[in-house]
Structure formats: structure tokens, C-alpha cells
């Protein structure tokens, strides 16, 4: 009925949308969707992770600790996405230890779609440590001298008091952070991993529907952040403190 | 009726012949100035490329050495590159195209190609010597680099049930495919074929299966070039004829193709 639509805007217009009417095509995108939405998800949970640990650390009284994780930001910070990805995928890729596939020939243990995972969750992480230190140094002084008087010791200051806080000062910056790593995800197409960019231009190849496979992508997109925005938004709201911070 | 047809047809005829003649015929000014030039490609291994002392050779060069040792005339060899090759032709600047041109109908609309075509590229996979497959159907599950944009990515991914795992240009999947992360290269056979004469790749590489999808490649000459495209034909016949085609494949190191045994078995 939908491919019968389409099939008739395709005869009428031109505008030939094959993700609609033809099965295998269709079924590439939505694949190449859904290894985007896993790839934001895992990537974002991660980054997140990478984020709270590094600002941890970041305070930590071993000054080597520090240094480890002010040297990870400025690498992570000052490099292009797609020069990373490439760094990891081939350089890298290139001395890690190998095992036998199915076929005999020895695979490197770490494959594409990880490697994407791995350089991604640890870009946006860098940004995320960055802006959970904005998050922190905003905390009032007065408010950690106050659990210190408590008793409370520094990790519980640090996950149960300051991270609470920050977290809700810096949702607007890792909202633009964590939209950044979304599409950025786009990048994983350099190294063959099949998100929605690699099956588009995979579908274009044999349709040659630039135009509309390029519009198709740009809907993509702007749905699934808009997904995401509207999803932090909540998550703002419901964290807000009635009467603000301090 | 029929007295009116033939003085007609006769005049038809005529026409034709003038107007034909009454343009300058290549053929004789090939002859007249004793120098064939001849458009091959520089950059495309073993088909066209340069020695180490800057001399154009490969078999396409000697080819064209062969026509114009045909009409008795020295040979001049221009490099071309697929965007002006046939601008070229038009514009006289070469007199006969040998430039791995692939058949398309809008191409054959801007230049004469000769009949029968000479040569003729194929699909193939330049595979790991460990993977031990004699058909396409084995490639099921396969990781296959690829090039983005070719093809025959889809089919054969859609038809065998390969899973290709495709890169921007040629380099990135060969460097993927050296480093294991996957298990052969899908690419056209020419190139498949002239990476296994270097000794890089030779060593742990080969071509285990049969090629698929041909596209012929075409000489051409100028449109309205009608005796000199008769005569390339002619001299085409007669290298598949004596097998010429299939030595000079041997002689640079690349397994015949079947177009050009079939083509040989044909006419010989």
C-alpha cells in the first residue's frame, strides 16, 4: 500500500524513494538506523561514564592522576573525530594481537564497530570531563564544607553531594555535547561500520537518488536528536531544584 | 516506379561517397605524414604505464605499436586520461584511442568504436590464500572489503551473501584487507590482476575465483572515421585471430581473461 504510494510519486514526480519500495533497500536503512540509535546509546552511556570518572580524577590529590587525565583531554580535545577513528582503525588496528575467523585468515580482535565505539565514547567523554568540571567548580564552596563538617568522606562528597549538583548545572552544555556525539556517530561510515550514512550511500550507489537519500538522512537526523533533546529536556525538568541552587 | 527508384538510389550512393571523400580521411594523413598517434593510459598497470626510464609501455602501447607497424609508419604515443580521452579523438590530437575505455551508450554517441571490442574488464576478488573457495556461492557470511560506489557491491552482497565492508577509494581497502579485517578485495579484475604481479601481494594473495560482470573495453577512432574503423576492425579480427591479445596478457603477467580466450577460440 506504502510502496504502491511511493511507487506512483516515483512515476508522477521522479522523486524515487527506494527505501519505500524496494525490501532490500528498505532493509538496509533500517538496519543502518538501528546501528546508529545502538551506537549513539552505547557511545553516550560511556562518554557519560568517561566524563564522571575523568572529573573525578581530575581532583584527585595524586598529581599523576591528574596529569593522566588532563593529557587525555588535551589529545581527545585538540584531534579531529575522523582522524581518531582512522588512527584507531588502521594504525592501531594494525599492531593489536590477531585471531582466526571463520575463513582461516587472521582478524585483529578489535573490529570496526568497537573501534568506532571506543574513538567515539572517548571524544565526546573528553568534552563531557570538560564540562562536569564546569559543573563542579560551580558548586559553592560552602555547601562541600558542609558535608565535610558531616563527616561525609571525599567519594561521598563527590557522588552524593557535588555530582548531584553539577550534573544539574551543566545539563544545558552536555546537552549540546551529547547532540555533537550523535552526529558525529556519521563518521563510523569512514570505517565501513553500516549506520545510516553508510547505507544511504550505499543505496544511492545503485538507485543514484542523491537528492532524496540526502534529504532522507537530513529528517533522519533532526528526528533523532530531536529524540534526544526532548529526552534531556525532561530529565532537566524533573531535576530542577524548586527555588534553584543556592 | 523502379525507373524512377534506381537513378535515385544511384544518386544516394553517389552522395555518400562524396561526402565522404570530401572529407580528410585519417587514414591518409597517417600515411601521408608516416606518424600513427595513438592515446594510451599512463597510470593504469599493466594496460598502460611507464618504465623506469619514462617510456610508455604495457599492452595497450604495443597494440598501437602493432597498428602502425601495420601501415608502415612510425608510432607516437600520447598520454591520456579518462576525462580527455575522448576530447582527443575529437579534436585530432590523437588519431586512434587504446585508453581501457569501458562500452557505454552515451560514449559510443561522441566517438566510433571499433567492432569487435578488444579487450574486456570483469569483477573479481583479489582473496587471502587461506580462504580456500572455488565459487561465489561460498562467499556466504564472507567479510569482503569494497569501494564505495562500484556497482557491483550490492549483487554481489544481495547474490552470494558476501558481506562487504566498503571504504572511500582503493587504497583504505587494501590496507583493510592487509591487516586481516577482511578476507578479500572486490574490485575490477584489471586491478585485481596487477596487484598480483607485484610481489607485495603476490605472495599471500590470489584470484581463486572466476571473474563476473564483463564490461568490454573499446578503441575508437572519430566519428565519420569509417575506412580507418574498418581497417582497426579488420586488424582486431586478426589479433584474436592469432591470439595476440592473450600473449601480450601473458607476456605482462596477468592470467588471460576469459573475454579474451573466448574471443580467440572464436575467430580462430
Given at each position: 500500500m506504502l510502496a504502491e504510494w511511493f511507487r506512483e510519486l516515483y512515476r508522477l514526480t521522479g522523486i524515487n524513494l527506494t527505501i519505500f519500495t524496494d525490501s532490500f533497500d528498505q532493509a538496509l536503512f533500517l538496519r543502518g538506523l538501528g546501528t546508529t540509535v545502538s551506537l549513539s546509546v552505547i557511545c553516550l552511556s560511556l562518554s557519560?561514564?568517561?566524563?564522571?570518572?575523568g572529573a573525578w580524577w581530575q581532583a584527585s590529590r595524586i598529581p599523576l592522576v591528574r596529569a593522566l587525565v588532563k593529557g587525555f583531554v588535551v589529545v581527545f580535545r585538540t584531534t579531529p573525530p575522523l582522524v581518531q577513528i582512522y588512527f584507531f582503525y588502521f594504525g592501531l588496528g594494525a599492531i593489536l594481537p590477531r585471531v582466526p575467523n571463520a575463513f582461516g585468515v587472521m582478524q585483529p580482535m578489535v573490529g570496526n564497530t568497537q573501534w568506532a565505539i571506543l574513538s567515539l565514547a572517548l571524544f565526546a567523554g573528553a568534552f563531557n570531563i570538560e564540562i562536569f568540571r564546569s559543573g563542579i567548580e560551580a558548586v559553592p564552596?560552602?555547601?562541600?564544607e558542609a558535608a565535610e563538617s558531616l563527616g561525609f568522606s571525599r567519594s561521598l562528597i563527590f557522588f552524593d553531594v557535588v555530582?548531584?549538583?553539577?550534573f544539574r548545572v551543566c545539563l544545558p552544555a552536555l546537552n549540546n555535547n551529547l547532540v555533537n556525539l550523535v552526529k558525529t556517530t556519521t563518521l563510523a561510515y569512514a570505517i565501513a561500520v553500516p549506520e545510516t550514512l553508510y547505507a544511504a550511500q550505499q543505496i544511492w550507489t545503485d538507485a543514484s537518488n542523491v537528492p532524496e537519500m540526502m534529504t532522507v538522512l537530513l529528517i533522519t537526523y533532526v528526528a533523532?536528536?530531536?529524540v534526544l533533546v526532548a529526552a534531556v529536556r525532561r530529565i532537566e525538568a524533573k531535576l530542577a531544584i524548586p527555588g534553584g541552587m543556592r | 516506379m523502379k525507373k524512377f527508384l534506381m537513378p535515385a538510389l544511384a544518386m544516394a550512393v553517389a552522395l555518400t561517397a562524396g561526402s565522404v571523400a570530401a572529407k580528410a580521411d585519417v587514414l591518409d594523413k597517417v600515411k601521408e605524414k608516416g606518424v600513427l598517434v595513438v592515446g594510451v593510459k599512463t597510470d593504469y598497470k599493466p594496460f598502460g604505464f611507464r618504465s623506469p626510464d619514462g617510456s610508455i609501455i604495457g599492452i595497450e602501447p604495443e597494440l598501437a605499436a602493432d597498428v602502425a607497424k601495420r601501415l608502415k609508419v612510425k608510432l607516437e604515443l600520447v598520454p591520456v586520461i579518462s576525462s580527455n580521452r575522448m576530447e582527443f579523438l575529437k579534436q585530432g590530437k590523437i588519431d586512434l584511442m587504446i585508453a581501457t575505455m569501458s562500452d557505454k551508450?552515451?560514449?559510443?554517441?561522441?566517438?566510433?568504436f571499433i567492432e569487435?571490442?578488444?579487450?574486456?574488464?570483469?569483477?573479481?576478488?583479489?582473496?587471502s590464500k587461506k580462504v580456500k573457495v572455488t565459487a561465489w556461492k561460498q562467499l556466504k557470511d564472507a567479510p569482503i572489503c569494497g569501494s564505495t560506489g562500484t556497482f557491483y557491491n550490492k549483487p554481489v552482497e544481495s547474490e552470494y551473501g558476501a558481506k562487504i565492508v566498503a571504504f572511500d577509494g582503493t587504497e583504505k581497502p587494501l590496507a583493510a584487507l592487509k591487516q586481516g579485517n577482511c578476507v578479500g578485495f572486490l574490485y575490477d579484475q584489471s586491478l585485481v590482476q596487477a596487484k598480483l604481479t607485484e610481489p607485495e601481494w603476490s605472495a599471500d594473495y590470489a584470484m581463486p575465483l572466476p571473474s563476473i560482470m564483463e564490461t568490454p573495453w573499446a578503441m575508437a577512432v572519430a566519428k565519420g572515421e569509417d575506412r580507418f574503423a574498418k581497417f582497426m576492425s579488420d586488424v582486431t579480427k586478426d589479433w584474436m585471430k592469432s591470439g595476440a591479445i592473450v600473449a601480450l596478457e601473458k607476456k605482462y603477467g596477468i592470467a588471460p581473461t576469459a573475454?579474451?580466450?573466448?574471443m580467440h577460440a572464436q575467430f580462430k
Amino acid at each position: 500500500m506504502l510502496a504502491e504510494w511511493f511507487r506512483e510519486l516515483y512515476r508522477l514526480t521522479g522523486i524515487n524513494l527506494t527505501i519505500f519500495t524496494d525490501s532490500f533497500d528498505q532493509a538496509l536503512f533500517l538496519r543502518g538506523l538501528g546501528t546508529t540509535v545502538s551506537l549513539s546509546v552505547i557511545c553516550l552511556s560511556l562518554s557519560l561514564l568517561i566524563g564522571v570518572l575523568g572529573a573525578w580524577w581530575q581532583a584527585s590529590r595524586i598529581p599523576l592522576v591528574r596529569a593522566l587525565v588532563k593529557g587525555f583531554v588535551v589529545v581527545f580535545r585538540t584531534t579531529p573525530p575522523l582522524v581518531q577513528i582512522y588512527f584507531f582503525y588502521f594504525g592501531l588496528g594494525a599492531i593489536l594481537p590477531r585471531v582466526p575467523n571463520a575463513f582461516g585468515v587472521m582478524q585483529p580482535m578489535v573490529g570496526n564497530t568497537q573501534w568506532a565505539i571506543l574513538s567515539l565514547a572517548l571524544f565526546a567523554g573528553a568534552f563531557n570531563i570538560e564540562i562536569f568540571r564546569s559543573g563542579i567548580e560551580a558548586v559553592p564552596r560552602s555547601t562541600i564544607e558542609a558535608a565535610e563538617s558531616l563527616g561525609f568522606s571525599r567519594s561521598l562528597i563527590f557522588f552524593d553531594v557535588v555530582l548531584p549538583l553539577a550534573f544539574r548545572v551543566c545539563l544545558p552544555a552536555l546537552n549540546n555535547n551529547l547532540v555533537n556525539l550523535v552526529k558525529t556517530t556519521t563518521l563510523a561510515y569512514a570505517i565501513a561500520v553500516p549506520e545510516t550514512l553508510y547505507a544511504a550511500q550505499q543505496i544511492w550507489t545503485d538507485a543514484s537518488n542523491v537528492p532524496e537519500m540526502m534529504t532522507v538522512l537530513l529528517i533522519t537526523y533532526v528526528a533523532l536528536v530531536g529524540v534526544l533533546v526532548a529526552a534531556v529536556r525532561r530529565i532537566e525538568a524533573k531535576l530542577a531544584i524548586p527555588g534553584g541552587m543556592r | 516506379m523502379k525507373k524512377f527508384l534506381m537513378p535515385a538510389l544511384a544518386m544516394a550512393v553517389a552522395l555518400t561517397a562524396g561526402s565522404v571523400a570530401a572529407k580528410a580521411d585519417v587514414l591518409d594523413k597517417v600515411k601521408e605524414k608516416g606518424v600513427l598517434v595513438v592515446g594510451v593510459k599512463t597510470d593504469y598497470k599493466p594496460f598502460g604505464f611507464r618504465s623506469p626510464d619514462g617510456s610508455i609501455i604495457g599492452i595497450e602501447p604495443e597494440l598501437a605499436a602493432d597498428v602502425a607497424k601495420r601501415l608502415k609508419v612510425k608510432l607516437e604515443l600520447v598520454p591520456v586520461i579518462s576525462s580527455n580521452r575522448m576530447e582527443f579523438l575529437k579534436q585530432g590530437k590523437i588519431d586512434l584511442m587504446i585508453a581501457t575505455m569501458s562500452d557505454k551508450p552515451e560514449r559510443r554517441e561522441q566517438v566510433q568504436f571499433i567492432e569487435p571490442l578488444y579487450y574486456s574488464d570483469a569483477v573479481n576478488i583479489l582473496m587471502s590464500k587461506k580462504v580456500k573457495v572455488t565459487a561465489w556461492k561460498q562467499l556466504k557470511d564472507a567479510p569482503i572489503c569494497g569501494s564505495t560506489g562500484t556497482f557491483y557491491n550490492k549483487p554481489v552482497e544481495s547474490e552470494y551473501g558476501a558481506k562487504i565492508v566498503a571504504f572511500d577509494g582503493t587504497e583504505k581497502p587494501l590496507a583493510a584487507l592487509k591487516q586481516g579485517n577482511c578476507v578479500g578485495f572486490l574490485y575490477d579484475q584489471s586491478l585485481v590482476q596487477a596487484k598480483l604481479t607485484e610481489p607485495e601481494w603476490s605472495a599471500d594473495y590470489a584470484m581463486p575465483l572466476p571473474s563476473i560482470m564483463e564490461t568490454p573495453w573499446a578503441m575508437a577512432v572519430a566519428k565519420g572515421e569509417d575506412r580507418f574503423a574498418k581497417f582497426m576492425s579488420d586488424v582486431t579480427k586478426d589479433w584474436m585471430k592469432s591470439g595476440a591479445i592473450v600473449a601480450l596478457e601473458k607476456k605482462y603477467g596477468i592470467a588471460p581473461t576469459a573475454y579474451s580466450q573466448r574471443m580467440h577460440a572464436q575467430f580462430k
